[in-house]
Structures are given as structure tokens and as C-alpha cells.
């Protein structure tokens, strides 16, 4: 079974520019819950969709946000982008109930100049 | 608000020693664990889950134990290689359904 697959890997984007990353979940998941990484803040939760509904939101300005398809693929996009956007975003999957191990993909490093 | 904390923020250790990890959650109300393990610049990769009717988890030379009550889980592994450095997190769902609390994590280093 194919694990999380995120893309692209790696951006470099400049201030102000919008950027749109992608998150495929295991097959049959139907979960996809989007979290940032940085040095200061550590792992923070950004938003949770399923079956193509926002079911959760972190503390993030409306610059953030996703969308999940019917394939239960999903994406992220971050408008106006700053500096401190500069991260690690990953994905994880799960099949959507607290009770459910979550698999995460392998990232998207964002660097914004 | 349940917060999650890590103790050690790094560790140290020569190959072979056996080791502990511990996390420690204010709210203990929770429906499980889950440790990761994290290498420098990747992914999470999930080691151990462990349900709160659970005690204990075990696979390979990891164990984890969780005592909802006082708060603790701690992750155990034995024998520990150079391969084991990486950071260790543990996470536990807060809230409703999928979302994550995480903790700081231990940076463990095996020596040769």
C-alpha cells in the first residue's frame, strides 16, 4: 500500500507570491490534516478536511487554506506569503476518528526570500 | 488546553546502551498515543500506537507504556544503533477527531 505523498518537496518562493501544495493520503483514507514545522514553534496544527469538509482549524491568519477533493486528495494554499511562512509543511492521513494511527507524507520545504 | 512535554530535549548515548524516552500530557482524557520518529529535514514515520485501554505497545526493540492516570508514556528501546538517532515525538488527538498535540521532542544521538 502506497504510503503519503506530498508535492512538491521543495519551493522557493519570493514575498507576496502564493503558493499551492499537494497532499495525496493513503487509499481509503479519508483524513488529511495539514501541520507546520518550524524551529521556534515546532509542529503546528493548521486544518483538518474530511470527505471534502474543513472539519478542524488551527490558530493560522485566513492566509491558509485548503480545499479536499472527492479522491480525497488535498491541497494547501498559502496567499501574501511572508518570510515566517518559511517552514516545513507536512501531511498526514488517517481514517478520520481519534482511535486512528496517522501516517504522515514526507514534507514540503517551503523557503520564502 | 493539553499541553505535551518531552523530557530529555536530547540525549546522548553510546551504542548498545537500552534508554528512555518520556512524555508527559496535562489532559488525560485522551483516546491514545503515538510515537514518531523524526530524521533531519523529513517526515514523521509513526513507531507505536498505543490505545488507552492499553498498557503497553511493543514492536521490535521499541516498547511504550502509557499510564493515563498520572499523565506518562514513556518509549523504551533497546540496545540502541547509530541508525536510532533521530528526534523522538510523541502526540496524542486533541479536541475531536484527527488533530495532533505534539510534543517538543528528544533529539537522541548514538555514538559508535
Known amino acids: 500500500k502506497a504510503g503519503v505523498t506530498q508535492t512538491p518537496r521543495y519551493l522557493i518562493k519570493t514575498r507576496g507570491q502564493q503558493v499551492t501544495l499537494s497532499c495525496s493520503p493513503i487509499s481509503g483514507h479519508r483524513s488529511v490534516s495539514w501541520y507546520q514545522q518550524t524551529p521556534g514553534q515546532g509542529l503546528q496544527f493548521l486544518f483538518e478536511?474530511?470527505?471534502?469538509?474543513?472539519?478542524n482549524k488551527g490558530n493560522f491568519p485566513g492566509r491558509f487554506s485548503g480545499r479536499q477533493f472527492s479522491n480525497s486528495r488535498s491541497e494547501m494554499n498559502v496567499s501574501t506569503l511572508e518570510l515566517g511562512d518559511s517552514a516545513l509543511y507536512l501531511c498526514?492521513?488517517?481514517?478520520?476518528?481519534?482511535?486512528?494511527?496517522?501516517?504522515f507524507g514526507p514534507g514540503t520545504r517551503l523557503t520564502v526570500t | 488546553k493539553q499541553e505535551v512535554t518531552q523530557i530529555p530535549a536530547a540525549l546522548s548515548v553510546p551504542e548498545g546502551e537500552n534508554l528512555v524516552l518520556n512524555c508527559s500530557f496535562t489532559d488525560s482524557a485522551i483516546y491514545n498515543l503515538q510515537w514518531f520518529r523524526q530524521d533531519p529535514g523529513k517526515g514523521l514515520t509513526s513507531l507505536l500506537l498505543?490505545?488507552?485501554?492499553?498498557r503497553e505497545q511493543t514492536s521490535g526493540r521499541l516498547n511504550a507504556s502509557l499510564d493515563k492516570s498520572s499523565g506518562r508514556s514513556t518509549l523504551y528501546i533497546a540496545a540502541s544503533q547509530p541508525g536510532d538517532s533521530a528526534t523522538y515525538l510523541c502526540a496524542v488527538p486533541t479536541g475531536t477527531a484527527s488533530k495532533l498535540t505534539f510534543g517538543t521532542g528528544t533529539r537522541l544521538q548514538v555514538t559508535l
Open positions: 478536511y474530511f470527505s471534502e469538509t474543513q472539519r
Open positions: 498505543i490505545q488507552s485501554s492499553q
Open positions: 498526514a492521513s488517517s481514517g478520520g476518528n481519534q482511535a486512528h494511527e496517522q501516517y
